[in-house]
């Protein structure tokens, strides 16, 4: 349940950094350049430049906590009682593995003497 909550929040924040990005003008225009044309620091066109860029930064630093912190809710079905795969899989094949009931182990002697 929680781990829904996480990917519901990562995809919001997501979404968000998206169209904060997009606003922005990578020469410095964006959304303020269409609100005056030329960087004011008094009209507020400086104050929407720097509200995209501290809104950027705040929501890529947001969408990085919640990727981390998601990963402590991934349901888990760990339980002392379970083997691994691997030891499931040697168990099995030694049930089916049918050994022979002696061994040879004498050496082989020359006959021709």
Excluded: H
């Amino acid at each position: 349940m929680s781990y829904t909550i996480f990917l519901i929040l990562i995809f919001i924040v997501a979404v968000l950094l998206i169209l904060v990005i997009m606003v922005q003008n990578p020469k410095g225009g964006g959304l303020s350049s269409s609100f005056g044309g030329s960087t004011q620091t008094m009209g507020g066109v400086q104050n929407t430049t720097n509200f995209l860029d501290k809104s950027t930064w705040t929501l890529a630093t947001i969408l990085l906590a919640l990727i981390l912190l998601s990963n402590f809710a991934i349901p888990r079905n760990y339980t002392a009682d379970t083997k691994s795969e691997t030891e499931n899989i040697v168990n099995q094949r030694d049930e089916n593995f049918d050994a022979p009931a002696t061994l040879d182990t004498t050496t082989p002697t020359d006959s021709t003497k």
